[in-house]
């Protein structure tokens, strides 16, 4: 049974760091990986998007990689800026081609 | 013009109660999806439709019947609520059966259900 861990859960940083979230699944046979973007209140954004077959995809100051030997991929943003605050949610499409998420990651970039 | 909607967007009501919540896109998808996100935030899909055949029925309680009358509409009718159906509901949708695209999904600002 596929299950998805995101570290850390919560994260607090001043604005203009470089930052990695990190997303961990247990059943490397995948379809794609996706990040979102929660904020409260509102529906899920996609961010990114990594086929099984990619390594890594690149929007903006956000770079997510995948490496689906060991499970794990990471989303990397760069000069984090308070807009940036919000939950993020990794989740796989297993080979039955359901999304399985994560809990999420909770950032909260101080001014 | 928003892409995936779900009406309506906050729900209370008594248990017992039967009540539906509604999803449209107007994305020209194929496929549409019903997700619950419970308290702690996990989100899990509970059903999937394409062309308005029923493709995925997680282990959901079968008070819960989704209903697709065209491709553009997938609605959630929950009958006899219970104090445990209180969540954020996601519709959500995909240009057609993962496997055929990318997979990737456009999700609505979810409906959240109160049962008290």
């Known amino acids: 049974k596929q299950e998805v861990t995101q570290i850390p859960a919560a994260l607090s940083v001043p604005e203009g760091e470089n930052l990695v979230l990190n997303c961990s699944f247990t059943d490397s046979a995948i379809y794609n990986l996706q990040w979102f973007r929660q904020d409260p209140g509102k529906g899920l954004t996609s961010l990114l998007l990594?086929?099984?077959?990619?390594r890594e995809q690149t929007s903006g100051r956000l770079n997510a990689s995948l490496d689906k030997s060991s499970g794990r991929s990471t989303l990397y943003i760069a000069a984090s800026q308070p807009g940036d605050s919000a939950t993020y949610l990794c989740a796989v499409m297993d080979s039955s081609y359901k999304l399985i998420f994560g809990s999420g990651t909770r950032l909260l970039v101080r001014p | 013009d928003t892409a995936v909607s779900q009406t309506p967007k906050y729900l209370v009501t008594q248990m017992g109660n039967d009540k539906s919540i509604k999803c449209e896109q107007n994305l020209g998808h194929d496929t549409m999806y019903w997700y619950k996100q419970d308290s702690k935030k996990f989100l899990k899909i509970m059903f999937s439709y394409n062309n308005k055949e029923l493709i995925i029925n997680e282990t959901v309680p079968n008070r819960f019947s989704p209903k697709s009358p065209d491709k553009a509409h997938l609605n959630l009718h929950i009958n006899s609520l219970e104090l445990g159906d209180s969540a954020v509901y996601f519709c959500a949708s995909s240009p057609t059966l993962p496997g055929l695209n990318t997979g990737e999904l456009f999700f609505g600002e979810g409906s959240r259900l109160t049962v008290l």
């Open positions: 990594i086929q099984s077959s990619q």
